[in-house]
């Protein structure tokens, strides 16, 4: 009788509207070169413009341990982002935190002079709702024509390339760290050739790069390259990125490869999970994007578990080759990175 009129605690809590926000995070954080530490997984927000959607999968990301949100003005929706880790902790009531979670944004090419840098910077603040960053990187190492939108292209749909070099870029932003408002700087898409020209002339080293790796682009010495400069790797489009505009039927799909199939059904994992568990075991951090809660909390579920030397060494195996962000439009500019 007694058993009967039992109500699980969760539904004591939807009565309440109390949201059993994890004060503690289960995500393993890795040092940067400078002593700060970033959560080894973080939710992306690519490609989602729908501000409901988006403020729900970063609640709800949050909720279930989440502590890293990757963002940029070029997706579009810091303002949704931004919501939704502020509804995040105002719900949390005191368990949750600014500074327990770890936010990342990035200057878009349009902005890369050195009086440019402020201002985006600034627009990216202000999006989001908060008074400073934790990581800040340089987009891609191109420059575009300023002030003609986030996109200028010439009459064959290039790209029209400023002269501004990406050293004057990461000086400015060498000036956010040193007054307080970003914790970190770092780059993204940059190559060996590039990164090396950012360590001989830079003040503050960059704790990370953040480029595409997956199984199907595994991006060895670069990632080598990084891990040998104590630059943190942050691995983008770990899933192959399915939701693309740009997909063509005849791409392959990291996520259908049948050598990540067997090792799902090994391991009783998703193809998911076990391309983010060998990720991170390469000691790379990963920001799947997901706006579907079952999906971020299935992302989430990758520290419970270790592949074998044998498996991590199968992904050696895998034959196809593929990038899914080649960005070609920019093809033309001197800085293109690939
Ligand atoms: N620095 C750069 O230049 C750069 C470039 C690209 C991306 N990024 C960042 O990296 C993030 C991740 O990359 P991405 O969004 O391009 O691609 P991704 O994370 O590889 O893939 C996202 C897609 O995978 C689906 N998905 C998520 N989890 C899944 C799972 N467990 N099983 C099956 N499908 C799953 C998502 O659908 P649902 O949402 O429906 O779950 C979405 O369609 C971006 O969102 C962005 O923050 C940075």
Not at 74 to 77: G, L
């Given at each position: 009788m007694l058993l009967k009129n039992f109500k699980p605690f969760s539904s004591y809590f939807k009565n309440l509207n109390f949201n059993p926000v994890r004060k503690m995070s289960f995500v393993p954080r890795k040092k940067f070169n400078n002593g700060l530490e970033i959560p080894a997984l973080g939710l992306g927000t690519y490609k989602e413009e729908n501000e409901a959607v988006l403020i729900e999968a970063v609640k709800s990301a949050l909720r279930c341990g989440y502590r890293h949100i990757d963002s940029a003005p070029?997706?579009?929706?810091e303002l949704p982002v931004g919501h939704g880790i502020r509804e995040a902790i105002s719900e949390s009531q005191g368990s949750?935190?600014?500074?327990d979670i770890f936010i990342t944004s990035k200057c878009w090419c349009t902005f890369f002079s050195k009086e440019k840098v402020p201002i985006c910077f600034d627009k990216t603040l202000s999006n989001l709702g908060m008074d400073y960053l934790d990581l800040y990187l340089i987009h891609w190492p191109m420059g575009f024509k300023e002030n003609e939108g986030f996109y200028p292209e010439d009459a064959n749909g290039k790209v029209i390339p400023s002269d501004v070099h990406y050293l004057e870029t990461y000086k400015a932003m060498e000036e956010l760290v040193k007054n307080g408002k970003a914790k970190s700087i770092g780059v993204s898409n940059f190559n060996i050739k590039q990164l090396q020209d950012i360590l001989d002339h830079c003040e503050i080293k960059p704790v990370c790069n953040q480029f595409e790796v997956h199984p199907f682009l595994q991006n060895d010495e670069l990632v080598d390259f990084c891990q040998k400069n104590e630059i943190t790797v942050v691995a983008y489009a770990?899933?192959?990125?399915?939701?693309?505009?740009?997909?063509?039927?005849e791409d392959p799909k990291v996520l259908e490869n049948q050598i990540i199939q067997e090792l799902a059904d090994k391991y009783k994992k998703t193809p998911g999970q076990i391309i983010l568990r060998w990720l991170v075991q390469r000691d790379i951090v990963v920001i799947p994007k997901s706006v579907n809660p079952g999906r971020i909390e299935e992302n989430s579920k990758i520290f419970d578990f270790k592949l074998n030397d044998d498996d991590m060494y199968a992904f050696k195996n895998i034959k196809e080759q593929f990038r899914y962000y080649s960005f070609d439009e920019c093809d033309n500019h001197p800085q293109y990175p690939f």
């Open positions: 070029v997706y579009y929706n949750l935190k600014r500074e770990p899933l192959g990125a399915p939701d693309r505009s740009w997909s063509k039927p």
